[in-house]
């Protein structure tokens, strides 16, 4: 770009300007033979006490990384390494795999980050021949390091970190087979400059967040349908506006068809019953509700109607709910038991308030048709 600049302000250095260029493309051509010469001829470094390597270097090839990082002769624990790169070798499990087991096996935390920032419009990225799965492998759960993707407005983002409780952990066993996670954060659907459906045909995710202010049902639908085992969800708010569009039952059909197997749900923001009455429907097998905003609905009457929602719709699995309420004393507690004691069908129940986080769990009684 400033070369242009400098050939609108001067056409008569034209010749000159690009003898220089062309000066400047051969010193940039021996700049990088320079920089693999170096990195190819550089010795083992003997630095026995060293177990703690932290870097970020953008746009170097993979095997030029490994060239680089094997010759530290050292009792690596942890590897901290952030790049920015079009090469998908990154990308494959198995290269990082034998890099570790050959030259680092006492390594015990793995941080690394590979971030993609595609061209406007690219449909065909090279990760769609990668397989992501590989990270959900023996080596990686046995590590305990779990592999998370992020697909932001123009880029994305792939992690591997050491596993860490999450909010989907609490109250169940941890599988590391499926801590693969997904977070998108972008406007919309149709604002999003990258293929974002490419991502979801190669990797298996069994964990999704969608950082935007609020979703409509219909770009829910299109995400949700094509991740089949997804077991967590977590959104900042739902708009019901699009069910215009869509009836009721038309939703619970293309769930149950498509086997939704969605057990938790974080809602971070909730405006009115009915969206309840949506998960509910939305995702028959959930056994989890945590919200966090209830914008000043009255708390008793919430908890009523949601009781009285899976009573009348006969749900056996929904029996968790947590709620973020900022409270000084027991009295909300109380409420909530009369509430309880006054619903026949649950058999069991129990209350506890956490740093204002209040945390209900019940057990209903089983109703059989003779």
């Known amino acids: 770009d400033d070369d242009d600049d400098d050939d609108d302000d001067d056409d008569d ?3 000159d300007d690009d003898d220089n260029d062309d000066d400047d493309d051969d010193d940039d051509d021996n700049d990088d033979d320079d920089d693999d010469s170096i990195i190819e001829n550089i010795l083992p470094i003997k630095l026995s006490n060293l177990t703690y390597i932290s ?7 993979f095997d030029k990384f490994t060239m680089f990082i094997k ?6 624990k942890v590897l901290r390494y952030k790049t920015q790169s079009n090469d998908v070798t990154y990308l ?19 941080y690394f980050q590979y971030e993609d920032v595609p061209y406007y419009g690219h449909q ?25 993707s992020k697909i932001d407005t123009s880029e994305f983002i792939f992690k591997i970190y050491p596993y860490k409780e999450t909010w989907y952990d609490r109250n169940s066993s941890i599988d590391y087979s499926k801590s693969s996670q997904l977070t998108i954060r972008y406007p919309s659907m149709n604002e999003c400059s990258i293929d974002i459906h490419g991502i979801l045909r190669v990797a298996q995710f069994y964990h999704l967040e969608i950082k935007r202010k609020q ?4 770009t829910l639908m299109d995400i949700i349908c094509r991740l089949s085992e997804l077991d967590s969800l977590k959104i900042h708010s739902l708009s019901l506006s699009s069910t215009c569009d869509s009836s009721m039952e038309e939703i619970n059909h293309c769930f149950i068809s498509n086997k939704n197997k969605i057990t938790k749900i974080y809602l971070e923001k909730f405006n009115k019953i009915e969206e309840i009455n949506f998960l509910i429907k939305f995702c028959p097998r959930m056994n989890y509700l945590h919200i966090d905003s209830i914008n000043n609905m009255d708390i008793e009457l919430f908890i009523k109607e949601i009781l009285d929602k899976i009573n009348n719709d006969g749900n056996q699995y929904f029996y968790t ?8 004393d027991d009295k909300i507690i109380e409420k909530f038991k009369n509430i309880i004691n006054s619903n026949k069908s649950i058999v069991w129940y129990s209350i506890k308030c956490i740093l204002d986080v209040i945390y209900l769990q ?3 009684r089983i109703i059989t048709n003779i």
């Open 71 to 76: 010759n530290f002769n050292c009792k690596l």
């Open 215 to 218: 979703i409509d049902i219909s």
């Open 13 to 15: 250095d034209n010749d």
């Open 124 to 148: 065909s990225p090279a990760y769609r021949k990668v397989d992501f799965n590989q990270f959900i492998s023996s080596f990686w759960i046995e590590k305990r390091w779990v592999f998370k």
């Open 55 to 61: 870097l970020e270097v953008h746009y170097i090839k």
């Open 92 to 110: 494959y499990a198995n290269r990082w795999k034998e890099l570790i087991l050959k030259y680092f096996p006492q390594l015990e935390k793995f």
């Open 321 to 328: 709910l947590c709620l973020s309420i900022p409270t000084e």
């Open 362 to 364: 019940w057990e209903k």
